[in-house]
């Protein structure tokens, strides 16, 4: 069964930052499309970020653009999203996922697998 453990999550202060992971476990994820999504109380889940596992592409929302970068630690089967610069409206659950589909998309639908989520709290 494939699992994926996020961790990083916390309390921060507007124009902090923080680092968080996400652990995967149960199958070896060399083919498959990475993403992170967040989810702020009374909102749809968004799209922040993806990484293709093998080529180390990545996409961006506009809204985290220049502040966040996600990548990937192949051997550890690991991915990352480094946030910095952050706004009280980053404020949400992070969520991992895993898509068997595709290397690279910002369609949730497309995912496969999600993570448990990490909380983020940014305050002003």
């Known amino acids: 069964q494939v699992q994926l453990v996020e961790s990083g999550g916390g309390l921060v202060q507007a124009g902090g930052s923080l680092r968080l992971s996400c652990a995967a476990s149960?199958?070896?994820?060399?083919?498959?499309?990475w993403g992170w999504f967040r989810q702020a109380p009374g909102k749809e889940r968004e799209f922040v970020a993806a990484?293709?596992?093998?080529?180390?592409?990545?996409y961006y929302a506009d809204s985290v653009k220049g502040r966040f970068t996600t990548s990937r630690a192949s051997a550890k089967n690991t991915v990352y999203l480094q946030m910095n610069s952050l706004k009280p409206e980053d404020t949400a659950v992070y969520y991992c996922?895993?898509?068997?589909?595709?290397?690279?998309?910002?369609?949730?639908?497309?995912?496969?697998?999600w993570g448990q989520g990490t909380q983020v709290t940014v305050s002003s």
């Open positions: 990484i293709s596992w093998s080529g180390g592409s990545t």
């Open positions: 149960g199958r070896t994820f060399s083919s498959y499309g």
């Open positions: 996922a895993a898509s068997l589909k595709v290397g690279l998309t910002t369609n949730r639908g497309l995912y496969d697998y």
